[in-house]
């Protein structure tokens, strides 16, 4: 078993559980190691930490499998994934056929992604750890007699691990155009080019929030991508929603999202323009605002200016809504902690000069699990806002 020596010191993260080892955490590293391998992790001073994989091409040198001084078998992979899958299964009933099955360090499964699309499934392996158990993984999947499997390891990631990206059908047939039941609601959903796995899953709790504030309320929902904030506020009995997306295709999919829906087009504007520019531009005043936007920060080096997006994007949400008025608001990059996301909103509503009540702390749902020592895990954060005067 090749050997890894963390430097005094750097052993405290581990020791409480958190699954990701820096390379900077590295002491020395006893045997000829190749990217994926499994090794065994021990303090300065000898004492065993943990076992997990390696990857020099990665900032992130360890990934860990276990705390546990035992080899990480097959069975044991397989162990891992069916007791995951079987968690999911009371979150799936006849409003949901539809939800994240395993979400990677979160079900002590690092590197591995797998989302449940109806009778399908949609995969992503991340690292060169579970690269490795590829076949395995598929074959397991396999067991569950899906309509399809489909991979979309074509993310930043991968390439960040010295790995090829991949995409494509590895098991079954895909039909062309794949639809999902959420909250008693369909969506139409691109698997092959949509983002991420093509729908975002972790929202499902917050978009049911919403439903709660929409009736009646005139709605500006920015970075609208499918349109799912949309569909589900006008499930609610929104009066008039703008949605707002820089991408046409993400405007032509909200479209038809709400036209699956049966929902009527002329309670919907929609709008293809840079969400900053039309905030600034804009006249309309909004009983609600939803800002969910992309990832702003992808490393700890772009946190800074990630920083400043969110605070101008914010400012302007907070300077457009009327007296009274909601504002849901999202970051989903995980190099921005909760703390620093709630020091960027609440500056922004210092520099507006309006009273802001905080009335909700949001996070992504039940599906998405996140192992309580790995902070990282936590990326997608929420507040929801509302302006007094």
Avoid at 85 to 91: V, W
Avoid at 145 to 158: A, G, N
Avoid at 279 to 298: S, V
């Amino acid at each position: 078993m090749i050997k890894i020596h963390l430097k005094a010191g750097k052993e405290r993260s581990v020791s409480m559980g958190n699954p990701w080892i820096f390379s900077g955490a590295i002491l020395k590293i006893e045997g000829n190691v190749k990217p994926g391998d499994i090794c065994s992790v021990y303090s300065s001073k000898g004492d065993f930490l943990a076992s997990g994989y390696y990857n020099p091409h990665s900032s992130i040198s360890v990934r860990v499998l276990s705390f546990k001084d035992r080899a990480f078998t097959v069975a044991e992979l397989d162990n891992r994934i069916r007791t995951a899958i079987s968690y999911r299964n009371p979150l799936l009933d006849g409003s949901n056929d539809c939800c994240r099955l395993i979400n990677s360090e979160g079900d002590f499964l690092p590197g591995l992604i797998v989302d449940k699309y109806g009778s399908g499934f949609v995969i992503q392996i991340l690292t060169a750890g579970m690269e490795r158990y590829r076949n395995e993984i598929i074959e397991i999947l396999i067991s569950y007699k899906p309509q399809f499997v489909f991979e979309r390891s074509d993310t930043d990631s991968r390439t960040r691990e010295g790995l090829q990206t991949s995409q494509g059908l590895l098991y079954g047939e895909m039909p062309e155009k794949v639809q999902l039941s959420e909250l008693g609601l369909r969506f139409e959903v691109d698997i092959k080019s949509g983002q991420k796995t093509g729908f975002f899953f972790d929202q499902r709790p917050n978009r049911y929030l919403l439903r709660s504030y929409a009736c009646k309320r005139r709605i500006c929902d920015c970075f609208s991508y499918s349109g799912a904030f949309t569909v589900n506020a006008l499930a609610a009995g929104a009066s008039q929603i703008d949605a707002v997306d820089i991408s046409r295709n993400a405007t032509l999919w909200g479209q038809n999202n709400i036209r699956i829906n049966g929902f009527e087009q002329n309670r919907v504007r929609f709008i293809t323009a840079d969400v900053f520019k039309f905030l600034r531009e804009t006249e309309e005043q909004y009983d609600l605002i939803i800002l969910d936007p992309p990832k702003f920060a992808r490393h700890p080096g772009e946190v800074q200016r990630a920083s400043r997006g969110y605070k101008d994007i914010n400012l302007l949400a907070i300077k457009k809504i009327m007296a009274g008025g909601i504002i849901f608001t999202f970051s989903c990059s995980n190099a921005i902690d909760p703390n620093l996301f709630r020091q960027i909103i609440f500056a922004a509503a210092a520099d507006a000069r309006r009273p802001v009540q905080l009335l909700h702390v949001l996070g992504a749902g039940p599906d998405h699990p996140v192992n309580i020592a790995h902070r990282e895990g936590e990326y997608l954060k929420g507040l929801v806002l509302r302006v007094l005067e």
